[in-house]
């Protein structure tokens, strides 16, 4: 029987305040308004983003259902839908694409005007409403995607349609860290053929910014984190070298700079941890290296200290958000390329557990011992 126009009940994992762990509840899920999208959710990553909203670095209005990186199936349709249909598989947007303001119509930039949800979290669709509640109260959306549920409901410009033939379970990281560090590398620092590259925090984006760097036919990678147990790992992808800073006592942009004749070229900082800013940068090239910064945005409340006579001659520091891919063409794009094995996500899913056991995948995250866990819904 078609659920098509009727309230869907279902489970979720609910955040009702910060830092506390999930709720695993039965939620009620009401059908898309015009111009949004019901899609029965099959997988999702748990991504480190999710934690900065629990602990309240990312700012998101609470009670709210979580989780940014999941693929599904559109269950139903608003009016006015013609991007996608019922059976189609998709990857919700944290960052959508309207086509239609000036930054979607600008060839370098990614972060459409309509992402309110990621600058100022109202915790709605774009309506200014929720679809979710629970236990008669209205849940908030997150970064409008809300994937840690067996159903979400989403605008259709922060949707896209992938590969009929691409397996959920795996591409649900293209929806957030699998194409944010590949594409920091490939599409925001641009990385160049021979070029020498660095890498700080080796999680999930951390890993994908190595595979990106490899694609892009870098000579050298240097993985960096203070967590040896990723090393092995970051070898696999791509990775030349691997340093824990902790082993030195100098400084690890000296380390850098020693190690590659001045600093590399192209420095990514994926920790999270804002004072690796400041060292990811002096650890560039100081003529022409570029450092990305993908980690350190994600918090709302933190600010960056950083010498400014490294910029004395010439570095460049840049943000990357979901890597610059303006999403609605590019991620499928990125899926299907997938699919045609140019690029391996697989090595990056270290668990696979079940929506019940979100606050599991959180803690195995915290504790360093997963790189990216997949929750089935
Ligand atoms: P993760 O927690 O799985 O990995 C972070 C890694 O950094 C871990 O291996 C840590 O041991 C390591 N680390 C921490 N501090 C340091 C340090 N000082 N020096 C070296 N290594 C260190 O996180 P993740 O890979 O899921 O995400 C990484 C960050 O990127 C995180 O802050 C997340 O919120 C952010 C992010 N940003 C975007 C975006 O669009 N900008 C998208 C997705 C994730
Ligand atoms: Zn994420
Ligand atoms: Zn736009």
């Known amino acids: 029987m078609s659920t098509a126009g009727k309230v869907i009940k279902c489970k979720a994992a609910v955040l009702w305040e910060p830092h506390k762990p999930f709720t695993i509840e039965d939620i ?29 670095s990312l700012f998101t209005p609470l009670p709210a259902v979580l989780g940014h990186e999941g693929a599904g199936i559109v269950e139903s349709i608003g009016e006015g839908v013609t991007c996608v249909k019922p059976g189609d598989k998709v990857i919700p947007l944290f960052s959508p694409q309207c086509g239609k303001c000036r930054i979607c119509k600008h060839p370098e930039s990614n972060l459409c005007c309509q992402t309110k949800n990621l600058t100022q979290p109202k915790g709605a669709l774009l309506d200014g409403t929720s679809r979710f509640s629970c236990r008669g109260k209205p849940i908030h959306h997150f970064i409008s995607t809300s994937t840690f549920s067996q159903y979400t409901v989403v605008d259709d410009i922060a949707v896209a349609k992938i590969d009929a033939a691409a397996p959920l379970d795996k591409v649900c990281l293209i929806g957030c860290g699998f194409s944010t560090g590949y594409g920091s590398a490939v599409q925001v620092a641009k990385v160049t053929p021979g070029s020498t590259c660095a890498v700080f925090g080796l999680g999930g984006v951390g890993l994908s910014v190595i595979i990106g760097c490899k694609a892009a036919g870098a000579a050298r990678i240097i993985a960096v984190d203070i967590n040896k147990d990723r090393f092995a790992k970051a070898k696999t992808v791509g990775a030349t070298d691997c340093v824990d800073p902790r082993d030195f006592e100098k400084p690890i942009e000296e380390v850098l700079s020693d190690m590659i004749d001045g600093g590399v070229d192209f420095c990514f900082e994926v920790t999270g941890n804002t004072e690796a800013v400041g060292a990811a940068l002096g650890s560039c090239h100081k003529d022409h290296g570029v450092c990305v910064t993908v980690g350190a945005l994600a918090s709302f409340t933190s600010t960056l200290s950083i010498r400014s006579h490294l910029f004395f001659s010439g570095r460049i520091l840049k943000g990357s958000i979901l890597g610059g891919w303006k999403t609605k063409e590019e991620i499928p794009k990125l899926v299907s390329d997938y699919m045609a094995k140019k690029f391996n996500i697989d090595p990056l899913i270290t668990h696979t557990l079940t929506l019940s056991e979100a606050n599991e995948a959180v803690q195995l995250m915290k504790s360093g011992q997963c790189i990216r866990c997949v929750l089935l819904l």
């Open 28 to 56: 009620e899920v009401a059908p898309p308004k015009a111009h949004e999208v019901r899609i029965k959710m099959v997988a999702t990553g748990v991504c480190r983003s999710d934690d900065h909203a629990v602990s309240g």
